[in-house]
């Protein structure tokens, strides 16, 4: 394969990640990053004047929040884990 059809066949399985169910775990997670981004995101935008460590924690906020967020929806139930559940 060439580097041009890895790269296409990186992102449809990416991409078929991110349409995938999310576990229930990974939904609360999601959940929690964008409340940390969003509360990130107020502490950096801020109209009045705030001290510097205060937006520097701002801006680790929106940061983990968003890295929380894209890596729990990446996650997705394995199919064989989802096969025996739906056995029983």
Do not use: C
């Not at 004047?49 to 890295?67: E, F, K, N, Q, R």
């Amino acid at each position: 394969m060439t580097e041009n059809e890895n790269k296409k066949s990186f992102i449809k399985q990416l991409v078929k990640r991110y349409k995938a169910e999310t576990p229930p775990f990974f939904k609360k997670l999601r959940l929690v990053g964008l409340t940390l981004a969003a509360a990130g995101g107020v502490l950096v935008a801020s109209p009045i004047a705030i001290p510097a460590v205060v937006v520097t924690i701002g801006g680790y906020l929106i940061v983990a929040g968003s890295v929380a967020t894209a890596v729990s929806q990446a996650a997705v139930t394995n199919e064989t884990e989802g096969a025996k559940k739906k056995e029983y």
